[in-house]
């Protein structure tokens, strides 16, 4: 288009972790311009967040009706809105982005129920809008490449997927003293969903075994959990998987295992061999087969597949991760988004970010975990078309 695409952010006043994480992102490749914000659910203080933002006084507004309002009247108003509120919050904000007309970029999970998460589903399809979930995860180079390895059937047919995350931000119980704003509603399940932990980052594991064996979840059998005394959410899952191309697989998902950071891991077998990517060692994808010494492939370096180099920054050794992954869906979005708006062909590359189809099929994912417990056997997912 020429010029970055017009931004506008729900969520994130100054001090929220994840907002300055999404604002750093969509800044780093130029592609898009923040220029409108509803910062807070507090009018007062979203409207004073116009200066720490860098807004101008007047496009710093006090509620989403007002911004969605007042920038549809103006010839530079905002063309895409970026979501990074609680839980509970982002089905209505989309739906009052959609109808107006304005391409979506949304922080998982997609939302806390089924119903509304299909009903998004419909609304993103009537529109012809673009609709991107930040699982970031999906953005960086190595995953990508594990990704397109076993598209082009180096691992032969998948037969074993293990994926876990855990970390350790909920293994003392918190919820007695003061907490942290973003403790707060992420402890109450009316705000961050029926499962915590299930929503918070088992939906991240769960999209990376999708995303990197091109198999849809069918079915699984779980034991979600509170393992923190008197805890009232979720902090831990174990599950046993079944994929809709007949891989089995295995799940552990915490947010209290005492020490642990953020270690998010996938393993992948198939019949001609096995990969393994760690995300604190994101750099480097380690490859093996029966009989062969293991070979490490490292970001970077030309050799790698196209869907690896496109997103790769820096030269091999020096290390992209968190930030990057987030930054390389705002640019594979804001490419989906300038092409959609001039009505040209965007880059085939860019069409891997997590849309509101796999936003989906990650409340479906959780839903049918819950009912897992519930009825201690094997739920079949619902499927999102």
């Given at each position: 288009m020429g010029r970055p695409l017009r931004l506008g952010m729900v969520g994130g006043a100054p001090g929220a972790l994840i907002a300055q994480v999404h604002r750093t992102a969509a800044k780093l490749d130029d592609r898009f311009e923040l220029v409108a914000s509803v910062a807070s659910s507090d009018p007062v203080k979203a409207r004073a967040a116009a200066g720490p933002l860098g807004l101008a006084a007047?496009?710093?507004?006090?509620?989403?009706?007002?911004?969605?309002?007042?920038?549809?009247?103006?010839?530079?108003?905002?063309?895409?809105?970026?979501?990074?509120?609680?839980?509970?919050?982002?089905?209505?904000?989309?739906?009052?982005a959609l109808a107006a007309g304005?391409?979506?970029?949304?922080?998982?999970?997609?939302?806390?129920?089924?119903?509304?998460?299909?009903?998004?589903?419909?609304?993103?399809?009537?529109?012809?809008?673009?609709?991107c979930l930040t699982h970031?995860?999906?953005?960086?180079?190595?995953?990508?490449?594990?990704?397109?390895?076993?598209?082009?059937?180096?691992?032969?047919?998948?037969?074993?997927v293990f994926v876990e995350y855990s970390n350790g931000s909920l293994s003392r119980r918190v919820e007695d003293g003061d907490m942290l704003?973003?403790?707060?509603?992420?402890?109450?399940?009316?705000?961050?969903?029926?499962?915590?932990?299930?929503?918070?980052i088992g939906t991240h594991a769960h999209q990376l075994a999708c995303f990197v064996t091109g198999q849809q979840l069918a079915s699984i059998a779980a034991d979600p959990a509170a393992t923190v005394p008197g805890r009232v959410t979720d902090d831990f899952v174990g599950a046993l998987l079944r994929f809709a191309g007949g891989a089995r697989g295995v799940m552990w998902v915490t947010n209290s295992a005492s020490g642990a950071e953020n270690a998010l891991a996938i393993r992948v077998f198939g019949s001609d061999g096995g990969l393994e990517w760690r995300q604190n060692q994101p750099n480097h994808l380690v490859v093996t087969r029966q009989g062969e010494p293991a070979r490490t492939f490292s970001r970077g370096h030309a050799d790698l597949l196209p869907p690896a180099v496109r997103v790769a920054r820096t030269p091999p050794g020096h290390p992209e991760g968190f930030q990057e992954g987030f930054a390389n869906l705002y640019a594979d979005a804001a490419e989906a988004i300038a092409?959609?708006?001039?009505?040209?062909?965007?880059?085939?590359?860019?069409?891997?970010?997590?849309?509101?189809?796999?936003?989906?099929?990650?409340?479906?994912?959780?839903?049918?975990?819950?009912?897992?417990?519930?009825?201690?056997?094997?739920?079949?997912l619902e499927t999102i078309d």
């Open positions: 007047d496009r710093a507004y006090g509620t989403l009706e007002e911004m969605l309002a007042q920038e549809a009247a103006r010839e530079d108003g905002i063309e895409v809105v970026a979501v990074v509120t609680p839980n509970d919050s982002h089905y209505p904000i989309c739906v009052a304005r391409d979506v970029i949304c922080d998982k999970p997609l939302t806390n129920t089924l119903d509304d998460a299909r009903d998004l589903v419909r609304r993103v399809g009537a529109a012809g809008t673009v609709f970031n995860y999906s953005g960086y180079p190595m995953a990508r490449q594990a990704r397109a390895m076993v598209a082009a059937g180096d691992l032969g047919e998948i037969r074993q704003p973003r403790l707060r509603w992420r402890l109450d399940p009316a705000r961050s969903g029926p499962s915590l932990v299930l929503g918070d092409a959609r708006r001039a009505g040209t062909t965007p880059d085939p590359l860019a069409l891997d970010f997590p849309s509101v189809e796999d936003g989906a099929r990650g409340v479906a994912f959780v839903a049918a975990a819950l009912a897992s417990r519930d009825t201690g056997g094997w739920v079949e």
